[in-house]
């Protein structure tokens, strides 16, 4: 996958995540009026409210990851924050988010790539760390009590400029590579039976 292919992979991120924001938000406003029809809570309109808050929060997340992410765009801790507690929410996976203040949103879009790899390795869960340097240099940190991570897809992050042929569900490594090359990023990656730790 080229730059060029890459951007256009961000046009179609951004506009899939914008046109599934207002359905979504449709559904939430017509969940708000069953339950003032119906106070009590019922197992049904619950489920349906988790529902969507799971895919708000998916939505969130890959509009950051998949999206489009201008050089000058910031994004705060709090936006991250929320958008990371309500993706991992009742999941067996925990993020532990370190950096503090404004980042750029493409250093956070490489980051939340990042991740989408990490947790294809964990899947019994774990804990996913990310912490940033003084330089911009960010660090994140994959444990569980089980890591499997598939070589093929790990082994195409080591080879810039290469083609890539993974499945839909590891697509986070594809674009992560082709996004490395277009910026001229270095990515380094350690794999041990105790960790998984990825560095840009």
């Known amino acids: 996958m080229t730059g ?4 256009l992979a961000s046009l179609l991120g951004s506009r899939v995540c914008h046109d599934l924001i207002s359905p979504l938000g449709a ?9 003032m029809e119906s106070p009590d809570d019922s197992p049904e309109l619950a489920l349906i409210a988790d529902s969507i808050a799971n895919a708000n929060a ?9 999206g489009l ?4 765009a910031m994004l705060s801790r709090a936006e991250i924050a929320g958008i990371i507690d309500d993706s991992y929410r009742g999941t067996r996976v925990s993020v532990v988010w370190e950096p ?9 879009k490489i980051a939340f790539l990042c991740q989408l790899c990490l947790l294809r390795a964990l899947p019994r869960g774990g804990e996913i760390t990310v912490s940033r340097g003084d330089a911009s240099s960010w660090r994140l940190r994959a444990t569980g009590a089980v890591l499997a991570p598939d070589p093929d897809s790990w ?3 080591s080879r810039p400029g290469g083609l890539w042929g993974g499945s839909p569900a590891d697509v986070q490594f594809g674009l992560l590579r082709a996004l490395m090359d277009s910026d001229g990023l270095a990515l ?3 794999i041990t039976p105790a960790e998984i730790v990825m560095e840009f």
């Open 27 to 35: 559904i939430s406003n017509g969940l708000e009026l069953l339950q």
């Open 58 to 66: 998916r939505i969130r997340f890959f509009r950051i990851a998949f």
């Open 188 to 190: 380094a990656t350690r």
């Open 155 to 157: 082994a195409a992050l």
């Open 69 to 72: 992410a201008p050089d000058d």
């Open 100 to 108: 503090d203040g404004d980042l750029p949103r493409p250093e956070v």
């Open 4 to 7: 060029r292919d890459h951007d």
